[in-house]
C-alpha cells in the first residue's frame, strides 16, 4: 500500500505548485531529511522557508515575525504552515539547527534563523567594520588637519557636509560616506584623497590607493569622474599625480578565480593597498562585503561610498543600509563632535552612544537639483514616502519632467518610447564609431519594474527590435546589428567581463567585422559576438540593473501594479536622471510604490550595534 504523503510533503508541493515556494528550497529541505531523518517538521519547513526567503534577498528569518513572513500565502496554506510551525518543540538540536558554537545547515541567532554560511558572512562583516572602526589610527594631528580642511574647502556655508565627511573619515580606518545624487561625493572623495596624499607625502609615504565599484559601469563612471574633478580642483602637481583615476570591478579588485566564487585576495593574501574607495557601495551583497573585508590588511583603510537609500542589492542582504543604519544621522560621540568643531565649526547638542556613528558621514545638500528641480523634488518627496507630495510635484508642471499616459496600444507604445531614441537611432542608421554609440547610449535609457509582461524589458526590447526589422536596420533572423546594446548577465572571468557591464555592437573600422565594443578603465576593447558570455538586449533594462549607471535623459515604465515596484526602486530609477525625468505610467500604481518600503531581513545593523557597544 503507497504510504500517504505527510502534512509537510502536501504543504510544501501545494506551495510550490503555486510558487510560493521554489523547486530549490524543497530540495534543500528533502536533502536535510534524507541527511538528518529525525529531523521534525517544523525544522523541514523552516529549512524551506530560510532558502525561499534568500531568494528574496532576506539574510535570514525573524522568528517572531513568521506570520508577517507567510502574509502573501493564501489563507488556507498559511494556516497549515502555522500549525506546523508553532508545535511545540526545540528548534536548536545542534544537528539540523545550531547556536553558531559548531558546524549545522543552519542556525538561530538573536531569535533570527540564517543558513550556516550566511550567519558567517554576517558575524564576519560586523566584527571587521566595528573592529576597523574602533581601531587607533596614526591620526593627523588636529591643526594639521584643520590647515588641510582650509586648504581644501573654502565654502562659507554651515555646515558644509563635504568638509565634514572628509573630517569623518580622515582619521578610520573604515568609513562610509552616504549621500543622494548631486551632493558632491566624487568631489568629496577626491579632496579627501588630496589630503590624505598630501599628509602622507609629508610624513615621507607614497600611500597605494586603489579605487573599485561593483560592476564594470560603475567604475567606469567612477573612474571619469574621479578625472573631471582633478582638473576643476587647485591640487599641487605631486598630489595629483598620485590620485588615481582607473577604477577596478570588484572581481577584478579580489582576483576573481575561473569557475570559483572564491577569490586570490582573502585573509591569508590580503591587498597591497593603503587605502581602497568603493563607489556604488548600495550594490554590494552580503557574501561580496563577507570577501571584501576578508581580503583588507590590518592596516588598509577602506571608505564605502554610496546612497543609503537606494535598491538593496540584486543578491541577499541590504549591507550599507544595514550600516548607515544608526538612530540619528549627523549625529557623533562627544570626543568627535569635539574634533568636529574644531577642525569644521560643527556643533551638535545630542551625542551618540553608538561608537560605529563616528564612522558614518551624510551628505545632505544636493548641488545638482536645484528648488525649480523637478526630479530633486520628486526624488524627496519619494524617498520620504510623501504619496500626496507625488501630486503636488505633478501639479507643479516641472520643466525636466514628463508625465505620459500609458496605452495598451503597441504603436502608440512604441511611438512614446521612439521619442527618446531618436540621436541613437540616426547613429545606427549611418554606422558610426563605438565611441559615439557608448557616449549616445548614455544620453537616453527606458527603465522598467519588471522583466515580463506588456511593459516589461523583454517585451519592449522585442518591439524595438521588430520596429528596426521594419527600418532594415536588423535583420530578422540575426539576433546582431549595429547599434545592438548588450548588457553581460553572468561573470565571465577569463574574458573580464562581469555581470551588469555594457557593450555595443558595431562594425570594426578597419575589417568591417561586427564586434561587440566595451569601454573598461577609460579604455574601449572590442570582442566578436561569438565570445561574449550570457547577455541580453539593453535598449530597456530593469532598475536594478541600471544602478551605478546615470543618463542624462530616463524614462521609467510602470503602468501595473508590480509586486516589486515599491519607494526604494522608485527612487534608484529617479536618480539614475540627470537632465530630464519621463513617467509612462499610472499614477495611482507610482503612489502605491511610493507608500511602500521593504525592508530586508538582516540582523548587521543589529549585530554592529551589539558589537560596536560591547568593545
Given at each position: ?283 554590494i551583497d552580503l557574501p561580496m562585503m563577507a570577501s571584501i573585508v576578508d581580503a583588507l590588511s590590518s592596516q588598509t583603510r577602506m571608505i564605502l561610498i554610496g546612497d ?308
Amino acid at each position: 500500500m503507497k504510504e500517504q504523503p505527510s502534512a509537510l510533503q502536501v504543504l510544501l508541493d501545494q506551495a510550490l505548485q503555486v510558487k510560493l515556494l521554489q523547486a530549490m528550497d524543497l530540495q534543500f529541505s528533502q536533502w536535510l531529511k534524507r541527511q538528518l531523518p529525525n529531523s521534525s517538521d517544523c525544522q523541514l519547513l523552516l529549512s524551506a522557508l530560510v532558502s525561499e526567503q534568500l531568494s528574496q534577498g532576506h539574510v535570514c528569518i525573524d522568528l517572531a515575525a513568521l506570520e508577517s513572513t507567510l502574509e502573501h500565502w493564501p489563507v488556507q496554506l498559511r494556516h497549515s504552515a502555522l500549525q506546523i510551525l508553532r508545535a511545540p518543540q526545540t528548534l536548536i538540536d545542534m544537528q539540523i539547527i545550531g547556536d553558531g558554537s559548531q558546524l549545522t545547515p543552519l542556525v538561530i541567532d538573536n531569535n533570527r534563523l540564517y543558513l550556516y554560511r550566511y550567519w558567517q558572512y554576517e558575524c564576519r562583516v560586523a566584527r571587521k567594520l566595528v573592529g576597523a572602526g574602533n581601531a587607533q589610527l596614526e591620526e593627523i594631528a588636529a591643526p594639521v588637519l584643520k590647515t588641510l580642511l582650509d586648504k581644501y574647502f573654502d565654502s562659507a556655508e554651515q555646515p558644509d557636509w563635504q568638509r565634514i565627511a572628509a573630517a569623518v573619515t580622515s582619521n578610520r580606518l573604515i568609513s562610509v560616506i552616504s549621500g543622494g545624487p548631486g551632493t558632491g561625493k566624487t568631489t568629496t572623495v577626491t579632496k579627501l584623497l588630496a589630503i590624505y596624499i598630501e599628509h602622507q607625502l609629508a610624513i615621507g609615504r607614497r600611500p597605494i590607493i586603489q579605487l573599485a565599484a561593483p560592476t564594470g559601469k560603475a567604475a567606469a563612471r567612477l573612474s571619469e569622474s574621479i578625472a573631471q574633478a582633478k582638473t576643476k580642483l587647485t591640487i599641487p602637481e605631486q598630489v595629483l599625480a598620485l590620485i588615481p583615476e582607473q577604477g577596478k570591478t570588484l572581481h577584478r579588485l579580489l582576483g576573481a578565480r575561473p569557475k570559483s566564487k572564491k577569490f586570490i585576495h582573502n585573509s591569508d593574501n590580503p591587498l597591497l593597498v593603503d587605502l581602497l574607495i568603493i563607489d556604488e557601495a548600495s550594490m554590494i551583497d552580503l557574501p561580496m562585503m563577507a570577501s571584501i573585508v576578508d581580503a583588507l590588511s590590518s592596516q588598509t583603510r577602506m571608505i564605502l561610498i554610496g546612497d543609503r537609500d537606494q535598491l538593496a542589492s540584486v543578491e541577499a542582504g541590504s549591507v550599507l543600509g544595514d550600516i548607515c543604519a544608526a538612530p540619528q544621522i549627523a549625529c557623533y560621540s562627544k570626543a568627535q563632535s569635539d574634533q568636529l568643531a574644531e577642525s569644521c565649526g560643527f556643533s551638535n547638542s545630542q551625542y551618540s552612544q553608538y561608537p560605529f556613528a563616528d564612522n558614518l558621514a551624510f551628505l545632505q545638500k544636493s548641488y545638482r537639483f536645484s528648488e525649480h528641480s523637478g526630479i530633486g523634488e520628486l526624488a524627496r518627496v519619494c524617498n520620504a514616502g510623501d504619496v500626496a507630495g507625488v501630486d503636488r510635484v505633478i501639479a507643479a508642471d516641472f520643466d525636466d519632467l514628463t508625465w505620459l499616459q500609458p496605452s495598451a496600444d503597441d504603436a502608440q507604445l512604441l511611438s512614446q518610447l521612439l521619442s527618446g531614441y531618436t540621436e541613437y537611432i540616426a547613429l545606427m542608421k549611418t554606422a558610426r564609431t563605438a565611441t559615439e554609440f557608448l557616449a549616445c547610449f548614455n544620453r537616453f535609457q527606458v527603465l522598467c519594474a519588471m522583466r515580463v509582461g506588456p511593459f516589461g524589458i523583454e517585451k519592449i526590447n522585442q518591439q524595438l527590435e521588430q520596429y528596426f526589422e521594419k527600418q532594415q536596420l536588423k535583420e530578422p533572423d540575426n539576433r546582431w546589428y549595429v547599434g545592438r546594446p548588450v548588457m553581460i548577465t553572468r561573470n565571465d572571468n577569463q574574458m573580464q567581463l562581469y555581470n551588469g557591464d555594457v557593450g555595443i555592437a558595431c562594425k570594426d573600422p578597419e575589417t568591417g567585422q561586427l564586434k561587440v565594443y566595451f569601454e573598461r578603465s577609460g579604455e574601449i576593447h572590442a570582442l566578436l559576438p561569438s565570445r561574449l558570455p550570457a547577455h541580453e538586449t539593453v535598449f530597456a533594462m530593469t532598475v536594478h540593473k541600471s544602478q551605478g549607471s546615470e543618463f542624462d535623459h530616463v524614462m521609467l515604465v510602470l503602468a501595473q501594479a508590480a509586486k516589486v515596484a515599491n519607494r526604494e526602486l522608485i527612487y534608484t530609477a529617479i536618480t539614475r536622471a540627470k537632465q530630464r525625468f519621463s513617467f509612462l505610467g499610472s499614477v495611482k500604481v507610482l503612489q502605491k510604490a511610493v507608500a511602500e518600503s521593504t525592508q530586508r531581513s538582516s540582523g548587521l545593523a543589529q549585530r554592529i550595534w551589539q558589537v560596536s557597544s560591547s568593545e
